[in-house]
Every structure is written in C-alpha cells, then in structure tokens.
C-alpha cells in the first residue's frame, strides 16, 4: 500500500518552455503532499508543501512564481516549472504522508522526475 | 533548529561484509526515526522506523535501534550484498510532520 506515482520519469525541454510534473497517490488520499529537488550526490531540499485545496507553502529561496503547485485533489499535485532555464535541471522528487497525523507515518516518495533543459 | 548528521560516504564494503552507517541527529522532544533508501535513478523508500526509545526497526537484513541517551539510529546489517548499494538516508519527524533528512550516505558492495 501507500503508493506514491510521479509523471513523467524524465524530461528533456528547451530553455524558456515550461514542464509539468504529476504526483498521484494511488492508494490512499493525502491532504498534503511534499516537493523536493535532489542536486547530483546531495541530499533532498524541500522546495515546497502541497496543500489540498490551499495554496502551497514554499520553503525560502523558493520562487513561487517558477514553481508553481496546485493540488487540486487529495490525490494529484502538479509541479509546474515555468520557463525552464539550464540550472533548473535536477532531479524533482514528490512525496506524501500515508497516515494523517499519526506521529510514525513515514513518507512515501514517487520515483522522481529528471528534467533536463537545453 | 533540529538536524541530522549522517556518517560521510562513500562506503564501500566487500559482499558479505558487516554494515555500519552511523546516524545522530538534534531534536527538541522525541521525534520518529527512519531510514530511506535510493537506488540509482530512482525515488527513496523507506526501509525502516522507529517511533520511540528503545524501539528497533528492521527489514530486508537491516537493523536500526533508536537510542535516545546518544540520540542515535545506525543503520546496521550484517553481510551486504551487491544489491544493496544505494544511498542511505536518515531522517526525523515529529507527528509526520516537517521531516528533516541527513545528507545521505553513498554504499558501493564490490563482489
């Protein structure tokens, strides 16, 4: 169970077009749904929290304006990296709690997207 | 703020080799403890958890006792295998909430 499905898996586009990333959770609802971005053999930085039906929350030095989320239901939130440039290539990754609130839930992550921009 | 720290990679073992990836991290309270790993082009997974002091989470071979007097949650298993080479990261969460991820650590097993 808790499984986290992210679309598409890697991406190639032209400096100046935007991308959209999806994130669905297939098996269970989930209210709120975490975006992160992974530099080649570093760590995950949050960029931002995806509320159902709220607008998203964005970590600092997150330009919400290029990164735009929407979640419009309790099972899809969309990253939309608007005109894309060379350094926003990177590996994106989506994730989502499984149990709401409960203090063991772990996340559950999609197996990312790789966006690369020419 | 709270914070994870992650022992230095990379690791690089023989097959069949013990498994030690040391994990300590700074909190306010108890959080939960996880371990996630990912494999080369690929999104994390969770491997296993730990929700409060004493408790040991386990899967797949590996091993990790949550320590609250060192504030500690190594990962350990005891004879890797090939297939286990991957990034390992250590993470906290107080009520699923704001998890706080370690730099990860890179395993290369070597036939």
């Known amino acids: 169970g808790a499984v986290v499905s992210q679309h598409p898996s890697w991406v190639i586009c032209k400096s100046g077009t935007s991308v959209k990333i999806e994130c669905r959770s297939l098996d269970f609802q989930a209210t709120t749904m975490f975006w992160y971005r992974q530099f080649p053999k570093q760590s995950l930085m949050l960029m931002a929290t995806?509320?159902?039906?709220?607008?998203?929350?964005?970590e600092q030095g997150v330009e919400k304006d290029k990164f735009l989320i929407n979640h419009a239901s309790l099972t899809l939130s969309t990253l939309t990296v608007t005109s894309a440039h060379p350094e926003d290539s990177s590996f994106y990754i989506c994730?989502?709690?499984?149990?709401?609130?409960?203090?063991?839930?772990?996340?559950?992550f999609g197996n990312g997207t790789r966006l690369t921009v020419t | 703020g709270d914070s994870v720290t992650q022992m230095e990679g990379p690791v690089t073992l023989s097959e069949e080799a013990f498994l030690t990836i040391n994990c300590t991290y700074t909190?306010?309270?108890?959080?939960?403890l996880f371990w996630y790993v990912q494999y080369p082009g690929e999104g994390l997974q969770l491997l296993l958890k730990?929700?409060?002091?004493?408790d040991k989470g386990s899967n797949k071979g590996f091993e990790a006792t949550y320590r609250k007097e060192t504030t500690s949650f190594h990962l350990e298993k005891g004879s890797v295998q090939v297939s286990d080479s991957a990034v390992y990261f250590c993470?906290?969460?107080?009520?699923?909430?704001?998890?706080?991820f370690g730099p990860g650590t890179r395993l290369s097993v070597l036939p």
């Open positions: 995806s509320n159902e039906g709220s607008k998203a929350t964005y």
């Open positions: 994730s989502a709690r499984g149990e709401q609130g409960a203090n063991n839930s772990p996340l559950h």
């Open positions: 909190a306010t309270g108890y959080p939960s």
């Open positions: 993470a906290l969460s107080f009520y699923g909430q704001n998890f706080v």
């Open positions: 730990a929700t409060k002091a004493d």
